[in-house]
């Protein structure tokens, strides 16, 4: 793990240990089903156990983006993010807080109006042209996550050619982190996109090579958790898929990764700890 900082809104929040992202989806299909939540009542009782479990920032989905998913519109995306946003700040109005959205009109009103503090893309700034500048106007931390095409077709786009997965992946990356530095985005989280446009075994690949991706010099985010790259080979279900997401945070961890993206923050807040005394004794 290496040390990084995050300007949010005008405060800088340093981190030198590693870091859990809390999963907060307010979708009704969301692949793992542990992990949705309505009412206000059950948004807020999520966020106060994430943070009592440990949850450095929490992460919030409105629209279910896994591969085969069918987005719901705009409008539907921001009613529910209404409705998260306001549980969560009611019960942790301090905590950094993400918005999962693709879409830059969403993701303006979500930092403007909704007391979001980072934008997380799954799609890296592909489905929206826009989605560069209004993360360069907002000046807010954002996660550049690797994929291509969309939910419903990114399954037929895993041919990475000759050079192979992990340095198609950095190389394209890379291009889109200096087009965001060129435009002023200054915090910038990479992710490398496990599970996006990746074949079982690419996500393995890529996670062995994990390490690589420093050489971007950002912070980056491992989000593997309960994915189908565990539960294919194991013949489980997201529902029986912690102790492989344990077991796989500890190894991204031991390769580099700052940040945690889990649906289970206590494991991955333990995983963290152990990884601490290894490193620190």
Same mark, same amino acid.
């Given at each position: 793990? *290496?040390?990084?900082?995050?300007?949010?809104? %005008? !405060?800088?929040?340093?981190?030198?240990?590693?870091?859990?992202?809390?999963?907060?989806?307010?979708?009704?299909? +969301?692949?793992?089903?542990? @992990?949705?939540?309505?009412?206000?009542?059950?948004?807020?009782?999520? =966020?106060?156990?994430?943070?009592?479990?440990?949850?450095?920032?929490?992460?919030?989905?409105?629209?279910?983006?896994?591969?085969?998913?069918?987005?719901? +519109?705009?409008? =539907?995306?921001? &009613?529910?993010?209404?409705? #998260?946003?306001?549980?969560? !700040?009611?019960? #942790?109005?301090?905590?950094?807080?993400? =918005?999962? *959205?693709? !879409?830059?009109?969403?993701? &303006?009103?979500?930092?403007?109006?909704?007391?979001?503090?980072?934008?997380?893309?799954? @799609? %890296? %700034?592909?489905?929206?042209?826009?989605?560069?500048?209004?993360?360069?106007?907002?000046?807010?931390?954002?996660?550049?996550? $690797?994929? !291509?095409?969309?939910?419903?077709?990114?399954?037929?786009?895993?041919?990475?050619?000759?050079?192979?997965?992990?340095?198609?992946?950095?190389?394209?990356? %890379?291009?889109?982190?200096?087009?965001?530095?060129?435009?002023?985005?200054?915090?910038?989280?990479?992710?490398?996109?496990?599970?996006?446009?990746?074949?079982?075994?690419?996500?393995?690949?890529?996670?062995?090579?994990?390490? =690589?991706?420093?050489?971007?010099?950002?912070?980056?985010?491992?989000?593997?958790? &309960?994915?189908?790259?565990?539960?294919?080979?194991?013949?489980?279900?997201?529902?029986?898929?912690?102790?492989?997401?344990?077991?796989?945070?500890?190894?991204?961890?031991?390769?580099? #990764?700052?940040?945690?993206?889990? $649906?289970?923050?206590?494991?991955? &807040?333990?995983?963290? *700890?152990?990884?601490?005394?290894? $490193?620190?004794?």
């Amino acid at each position: 793990m *290496t040390p990084f900082s995050l300007n949010i809104r %005008g !405060r800088l929040v340093n981190y030198r240990q590693p870091v859990v992202m809390g999963i907060l989806n307010v979708t009704s299909d +969301s692949f793992f089903p542990g @992990s949705r939540c309505g009412s206000c009542s059950e948004v807020a009782e999520r =966020v106060r156990k994430m943070v009592e479990q440990g949850a450095d920032i929490i992460d919030v989905g409105a629209c279910s983006t896994r591969p085969g998913s069918e987005p719901v +519109s705009a409008d =539907v995306e921001l &009613r529910r993010l209404e409705t #998260a946003m306001t549980a969560l !700040r009611s019960v #942790a109005p301090e905590i950094p807080v993400s =918005v999962d *959205t693709f !879409r830059a009109d969403v993701a &303006r009103e979500a930092v403007n109006n909704l007391s979001a503090d980072i934008i997380n893309d799954i @799609s %890296g %700034g592909s489905l929206d042209r826009d989605m560069f500048g209004t993360v360069a106007d907002l000046k807010v931390p954002y996660i550049l996550t $690797h994929t !291509r095409g969309t939910s419903a077709n990114m399954g037929q786009l895993t041919d990475y050619g000759e050079r192979g997965v992990t340095a198609t992946v950095l190389d394209e990356l %890379g291009l889109k982190l200096n087009e965001l530095a060129l435009m002023g985005v200054n915090d910038i989280i990479i992710d490398p996109g496990f599970g996006f446009a990746k074949t079982v075994s690419q996500n393995y690949t890529l996670m062995r090579d994990l390490a =690589v991706f420093k050489q971007l010099r950002m912070p980056l985010l491992a989000g593997i958790s &309960r994915k189908s790259m565990l539960t294919r080979p194991l013949g489980i279900e997201a529902d029986d898929a912690l102790e492989p997401t344990v077991a796989l945070n500890a190894f991204a961890l031991d390769r580099g #990764a700052d940040i945690l993206r889990v $649906h289970d923050v206590l494991p991955a &807040r333990q995983s963290c *700890t152990i990884y601490n005394l290894i $490193h620190n004794s």
